[in-house]
């Protein structure tokens, strides 16, 4: 378990990545599920070392003993994590969706996979000099890029032998790279609206709080931000500097609190 573990952890990492694309998270997703599965041919470390400290029947010191847990069959765990994440990985829906529903998105991401792979020259075949142009069609589509634009820029693509890439193929190549391929973002977005609207910031309208949504999400650390042109602006419709000794002071009332007395103490000490 240990060892299914450590791989999920990995993988969940690279996912979370912001630079991750749609096609390298599907061959990394694939790629773990077989390293997964041979986990019933070529047991991992910890199962090793678990195996190793039954037949001694000590770990790391620590006498052991036989409990009344029930004994996890290691190859039907295996089986039932790879499974799980063939059908939960592998498809465009949730996963609480009906089963007619999860069928027509599985096949819907399986062809969109199909459609990318044809962007990348070690999937070309170089006898069809019309190869992919359906596939190229159908994603344009899906992305709502122009077709005849991109139709073009792909046969020049191809041209170059996958060497250069013309401008009319940049615009689906970014449409393609901005899919995501987990929900990190979406967590990150609501951990920080979570910051941004608190109790005592519960005023805040839907348009101030998309926009500071947006500057803390996208925006640039404060030290590249350069506060000279908002500081002019400022100081162009009238208004006074920090350090305006024209403008009007703050007033301060005095009021008598119930702590005063307290305060008072405190200073005579």
């Known amino acids: 378990m240990a060892d299914v573990l450590t791989e999920l952890k ?10 991750t694309t749609l096609p ?7 790629t ?9 041919r070529y047991p991992g470390q910890h199962a090793v070392d678990a195996s190793q400290a039954e037949e001694v029947m000590e770990f790391k010191g620590e006498e052991l003993r036989v409990g009344r847990s029930p004994i996890i069959d290691s190859a039907q765990f295996i089986r039932a994590v790879a499974d799980n994440m063939k059908e939960r990985l592998f498809t465009t829906t949730a996963n609480r969706a009906q089963a007619s529903v999860a069928a027509n998105r599985k096949e819907a991401y399986n062809s969109l996979i199909n459609q ?5 020259p070690d999937n070309w075949d170089h006898d069809n000099p019309r190869f992919g142009d359906n596939e190229v069609r159908a994603l344009c589509d899906v992305l709502h890029v122009n077709q005849q634009e991109v139709h073009l820029g792909f046969t020049e693509y191809k041209a170059s032998g996958g060497r250069n890439i013309p401008n009319k193929m940049k615009k689906l190549l970014m449409a393609v790279d901005t899919l995501s391929p987990s929900n990190a973002d979406c967590e990150r977005g609501f951990s920080t609206m979570n910051n941004i609207i608190t109790e ?10 998309a926009n500071l949504l947006f500057i803390s999400s ?14 002019k602006t400022w100081l162009g419709k ?13 007033r301060y009332t005095e009021e008598e ?10 200073k005579s000490v």
Not at 200 to 207: A, E, G
Not at 260 to 266: A, D, E
Request: aromatic share 12%.
């Open 218 to 231: 996208v925006g640039p650390p404060c030290r590249q931000w350069d506060p000279l042109p908002y500081v």
């Open 24 to 30: 390298k998270a599907h061959d990394i997703m694939t």
């Open 10 to 19: 990995n993988l969940s990492e690279i996912l979370q990545n912001r630079k």
């Open 116 to 120: 990318m792979a044809v962007l990348n």
């Open 257 to 266: 609190s119930y702590f005063s007395p307290l305060w008072k103490m405190w």
């Open 200 to 209: 005592y910031r519960s005023k805040l309208t839907t348009k101030n709080a």
């Open 32 to 40: 773990y599920v077989k390293r997964i599965e041979s986990f019933n």
């Open 238 to 250: 009238g208004r006074g500097a920090a350090h305006s000794t024209s403008c009007m002071a703050r």
